[in-house]
C-alpha cells in the first residue's frame, strides 16, 4: 500500500496451496485469479469496486472473450481502467494472469468520459480511464477511429499517432495534458516497428518525456499492431524528471525516471553497461544484477530506495530463466518485496534476456515513507 493505492501482485488461476491450476478452462482460472485478487484487495481494507487499472496477460488471445464473461462479474460499473494482451508464456503453465491497483475507500475515483466517444463499457468490461486520488488510469489504446471502429491506415507509425491522439483526449477529458503523462508501457506485435514507433511517440510529449517500456507481445486484441497504455499525474501533483549523475543522455523518447505525487516512476532497464552501449556477458543472472544496479540509481536519484519499491513488472525473453533471474532478484529487495508480475513475452530490444520496470514511493517533506506490505 503506498500513497492510498493498493498494489497487488500479478494472480493466476491456481489453487494458493499448491499453486496448480483449479482448471484447464480459462473462464474458471481467471475467477480464481480474479478471486485472489479480491482477498489482497480486502486484506488492505479496500473493494473491488475501488479497484483503478488491471493488466490482463493472455497465454492464448482466442481465450479473450471467455477471460471477458469472467472477469466482467467482478467488478461493478464504472469499471477499472484495463489493458489486455497474448504473452508468450506464464509461470506455472496457466493461461491468464491478471494484475492490478486498487484504491483505498477514502480515495477519490471517478470514471472518464470523453465527450463524443461511444459507449464501449456493454460491450468490453472495462472504463476508457479512472482518475484516483492524483493519477489518471488511462487503459491501453489502438490507433483506432473511436466513432467509426477503423484502424488507421498507413502501417503502424500512423497507428501509433492516432493512438496517442486517441490517449491524448482522455487524459484531457481527466483534467489533465500529455505533458503530466508520467509513465507509458508500449505493446508491439513486431519489434522491427520500434524505430517508426518512436518516431511517432517521441512528437507527442514534451521534454521530459515519461518514463517507458516497451516490448513486443505474441498477439494483441484486434488487429492493431501497437497499443500503448499511459498513466498521467493530475496537474497539481507536482511532475518532476529523474536524473542519474553521470548517466548518458538517452537516445529514445523517454526520460529514465518520473516523479509526482508521491510516487516515482523508474522506465524499464535492461542488462546495458552504460558505457559501450551493450549487454553485460554472462546470461540472464548477469543481465538481472546489471538492471537492477541500474534501477537503483534511478530510484535512488528520485530520492527513494530499493526497500521503497512498491511494485515491479519482470519481462522475460524465456521462462525457463525464471529462476535464474528470481535469485538474483531476491537478494536486491528486503523484505517485504514489492508487488510484481512476471511474464515472457515475445522480444525486447537489442535481444535482451529481461527487461524490469518498477515504481517507488517517496518520502513525503522529511516523513517516513507511507509504504506498508500485505499479508493475506
Known amino acids: 500500500i503506498s500513497n492510498g493505492h493498493i498494489y497487488a501482485s500479478g494472480m493466476s488461476g491456481v489453487n494458493i496451496s499448491t499453486f496448480k491450476p483449479v482448471s484447464d ?80 475507500p477514502d480515495v477519490a475515483r471517478r470514471e472518464i468520459v470523453v465527450p463524443m466517444w461511444p459507449d464501449m463499457t456493454d460491450k468490453f468490461p472495462f472504463s476508457t480511464g479512472v482518475v484516483s486520488g492524483d493519477f489518471v488510469f488511462a487503459s491501453g489504446a489502438q490507433g483506432v477511429d473511436m466513432t467509426s471502429g477503423t484502424l488507421s491506415p498507413g502501417g ?85 524528471p529523474v536524473v542519474v549523475p553521470g548517466w548518458p543522455a538517452s537516445r529514445f523518447p523517454f526520460s529514465s525516471g518520473i516523479a509526482a505525487g508521491g510516487l516515482l516512476f523508474a522506465s524499464g532497464l535492461a542488462g546495458f553497461d552504460l558505457a559501450s552501449g551493450k549487454l553485460v556477458p554472462g546470461g540472464v543472472a548477469a543481465e538481472t544484477a546489471q538492471t537492477l544496479k541500474l534501477l537503483k540509481q534511478v530510484v535512488e536519484a528520485g530520492g527513494s530506495s530499493m526497500a521503497d519499491v512498491v511494485a515491479c513488472a519482470v519481462y522475460l525473453r524465456d521462462m525457463k530463466d525464471f529462476a535464474a ?11 517485504p518485496p514489492p508487488a510484481r508480475v512476471a511474464t515472457q513475452i515475445a522480444g525486447l530490444v537489442e535481444g535482451a534476456s529481461v527487461e524490469i520496470q518498477c515504481t517507488a514511493a517517496l518520502p513525503a517533506a522529511g516523513a517516513p515513507l507511507k509504504a506498508a506490505a500485505l499479508v493475506v
Not at 483503478?52 to 481465450?63: E, F, P, Q
Not at 533471474?325 to 523484505?335: D, I, L, R, W
Open 325 to 335: 533471474m528470481n535469485k538474483v532478484y531476491a537478494a536486491a529487495f528486503p523484505k
Open 25 to 104: 478452462d480459462v473462464a474458471a482460472q481467471t475467477t480464481q485469479a480474479l478471486t485472489l485478487v479480491e482477498q489482497i484487495v480486502q486484506a488492505a481494507g479496500g473493494r473491488m469496486s475501488d479497484v483503478s487499472g488491471c493488466a490482463v496477460y493472455l497465454r492464448d488471445i482466442r481465450d479473450f472473450a471467455a477471460v471477458n464473461k469472467a472477469y466482467a462479474a467482478f467488478f461493478p460499473k464504472p469499471r477499472p481502467s484495463r489493458v489486455a494482451m497474448q504473452v508468450a508464456a506464464l509461470a506455472g503453465d496457466v493461461s491468464v494472469e491478471i494484475q492490478c491497483v486498487g484504491a483505498l
Open 156 to 240: 503502424v507509425r500512423a497507428e501509433t499517432a492516432k493512438t496517442l491522439s486517441n490517449l491524448g483526449e482522455v487524459i484531457q477529458a481527466a483534467g489533465a495534458s500529455l505533458a503530466d503523462v508520467v509513465s507509458c508501457a508500449v505493446y508491439l506485435v513486431d519489434l522491427a516497428d520500434f524505430a517508426a514507433m518512436n518516431e511517432a511517440y517521441a512528437a507527442f510529449f514534451p521534454s521530459p518525456p515519461p518514463s517507458r517500456v516497451a516490448v513486443q507481445v505474441a498477439a494483441l486484441a484486434g488487429h492493431g499492431r501497437v497499443e500503448i497504455q499511459c498513466f498521467a499525474a493530475l496537474p497539481s501533483a507536482g511532475r518532476r
